[in-house]
């Protein structure tokens, strides 16, 4: 008998200490690291290709929740981050274009990519000087919205947003293993950005052993396969595999600093892959991603979710998942939180100039079909490209379509010019080499994606059709870069301090006299209190504008 009561005291105590943890860990605010890697599509191990061994991001899968539809706004880099930073399409506001220029804040270690758009021309034939991105006014950075609700936000380390990053977006940018930065009981948003499956590290790791080798790999029907294709194609494989290793000590670091079980952890890629018809592609190649989020206490541990997804709901999934209600005006929205949703339809894609070349392509996913609208049809499909064409594969497949060395599926890419539309079958052409366009059973599917295209066209008065230099001209007014207004201080008799800027969608940013000279600037949402011999120093920046004069106290 007493053994029996003595069982139930202790079950009894059990739960109600399991309740009590629960609840101190319910009080407890969510931190959100984002894991940010570059040029890759959903390849990995989790998502079915068994040649490229990735038991890292598995185990993130395994334990969080895969998205199998989840896709770019563009194939390329810095218009895609656009829309992860500003939650908007980039043709919408003229950011489509890659790339504005030799942006401040934009660094890689090597310093590899385009450093200025001299001698760059428009489609209207007029040059492309540098020039940065002026977004509406009620257009913001998202992590803004997490800093005025006391998140700690750090991008270690890659900002390439068509604007240089406004100093009151992020605590810290920049830099590496910025964790220490962050204090020690102040929830954070921390994105780590990897470098090693950039389109560059084919040629900068090729002498790196191989850990998936050239007789493993799977040789898309839009190449030959020859040893070169193999070669490239393995070194890409053994990036992603690095890659993994590189996630796996960043989950272990965070495991050895007990935040595994407080955070919300995303693992996505910038875009689709990084080799030829690939990176820059508008299509399923070019925009299909990795997406994976891993929930603390194993919620939705294992579940695959199909629905359709853009990196640029990333910053409203974010902030609907800590509570904070993402602002109206975005194309971007929740897919998951207290303000998620409804699913998407459609997944609308943009390709135009990359660097020193200029096209025009537009497209629509719905999950199985790709449809692409070619506005420059007398252009090849596979443009010219220094950059890309550092990639050895590239330069051989192009010599062999110069000298009629391709033929089948890998001719289909070389096509010289461009049909009017494309209509790709995902389900049975995974590869999208077999255009149905002019195919009569797939007319109904036609006839909607080309509406649906037509429609979001116009809804969002695509930047596409106008010269990028007309585009710039309404940005920076006879190519001067507009200046933000200085701020305004005021200070009651009470040490209340009120700030303003006449520069309207400005945000304000501030440093109290103990943190003046160490670069980082808190973010002005209401008044401050401050003591009357303290000093204070403010300025205010507007995306795109010249940031203004420090106006001291």
């Known amino acids: 008998m007493k053994l029996a009561i003595y069982s139930f005291l202790f079950i009894l105590f ?3 200490t399991v309740r009590i943890n629960a609840q101190e860990t ?8 984002w894991i940010s890697c570059e040029d890759v599509g959903p390849i990995m191990g989790v998502y079915g290709v068994d040649q490229i061994k990735t038991p890292n991001i598995d185990k993130l899968a395994a334990e969080g929740v895969r998205y199998s539809n989840a896709y770019s706004t563009v194939g390329v880099c810095a218009p895609s981050r656009f829309s992860i930073i500003t939650s908007m399409y980039p043709a919408r506001l003229g ?5 504005t220029g030799n942006l401040n804040n934009y660094k890689t270690p090597e310093k590899l990519f385009l450093k200025t758009t001299t001698n760059i021309i428009d489609k209207a034939g007029h040059p492309i000087p540098e020039y940065e991105v002026v977004t509406p006014e009620n257009v913001k950075p998202f992590t803004q919205y997490l800093r005025a609700e006391g998140y700690y936000c750090i991008n270690d380390n890659k900002c390439d947003y068509q604007f240089n990053a406004p100093f009151t977006a992020w605590d810290h940018t920049l830099g590496s293993n910025l964790f220490d930065k962050i204090p020690g009981n102040q929830p954070f948003f921390y994105v780590k950005n990897l470098y090693t499956t950039h389109e560059s590290r084919i ?10 080798f050239p007789d493993e790999v799977i040789v898309p029907d839009y190449y030959p396969d020859i040893p070169e294709v193999r070669n490239d194609l393995a070194i890409k494989y053994s990036n992603i595999e690095a890659l993994d290793k590189e996630v796996g000590e960043l989950l272990k670091d965070l495991e050895a600093k007990n935040l595994l079980d407080n955070t919300i952890i995303f693992f996505w890629s910038d875009h689709g892959g990084n080799l030829l018809r690939q990176k820059r592609a508008v299509g399923n190649s070019g925009l299909h991603v990795p997406l994976i989020i891993r929930y603390p206490n194993k919620y939705k541990a294992g579940e695959v979710e199909n629905a359709l997804v853009s990196l640029m709901d990333l910053g409203p999934t974010v902030m609907s998942l800590l509570d904070i209600k993402p602002p109206k005006h975005t194309d971007g929205k929740a897919f998951a939180g207290r303000y998620k949703k409804e699913s998407r339809d459609y997944i ?3 390709a135009d100039r990359f660097d020193e070349s200029t096209d025009m392509q537009r497209s629509v996913l719905d999950g199985r079909f790709v449809y692409i609208k070619n506005f420059m049809t007398e252009l090849p499909l596979i443009f010219r490209n220094k950059y890309r064409e550092q990639i050895p594969m590239n330069k051989k497949l192009i010599d062999m379509d110069i000298k009629g060395e391709l033929s089948g599926d890998a001719a289909y890419i070389f096509m010289k010019k461009k049909p009017v539309e494309e209509l790709y079958d995902l389900k049975t052409d995974p590869d999208e080499v077999h255009n149905l366009a002019l195919n009569p059973v797939y007319e109904a599917k036609l006839i909607e994606l080309r509406t649906a295209l037509s429609k979001w066209q116009a809804e969002i008065d695509d930047q596409g059709f106008k010269p990028e230099s007309e585009i710039i001209k309404g940005f920076w007014p006879k190519m001067i870069q507009p200046v933000t207004s200085d701020v305004k201080i005021e200070i009651n008799s009470y040490g209340l301090v009120k700030m303003s ?3 309207k969608g400005a945000s304000i940013g501030y440093q109290t006299e103990d943190m003046i000279g160490k670069g980082r600037w808190l973010l002005y949402t209401k008044p401050i209190k401050i003591k009357s011999t303290q000093k204070l120093l ?11 004069n420090i106006t001291l106290n």
């Open 14 to 16: 059990g739960a109600i």
């Open 26 to 33: 319910a009080k407890k605010p969510l931190n959100v690291v």
């Open 95 to 99: 950011a489509h274009n890659m790339r």
């Open 203 to 212: 040629w900068l790791r090729k002498d790196e052993p191989l850990t998936v």
């Open 348 to 350: 609308f894609g943009s």
């Open 501 to 503: 800027c006449d520069t």
């Open 538 to 548: 403010a300025r205010a920046i507007r995306i795109g504008y010249k940031a203004s």
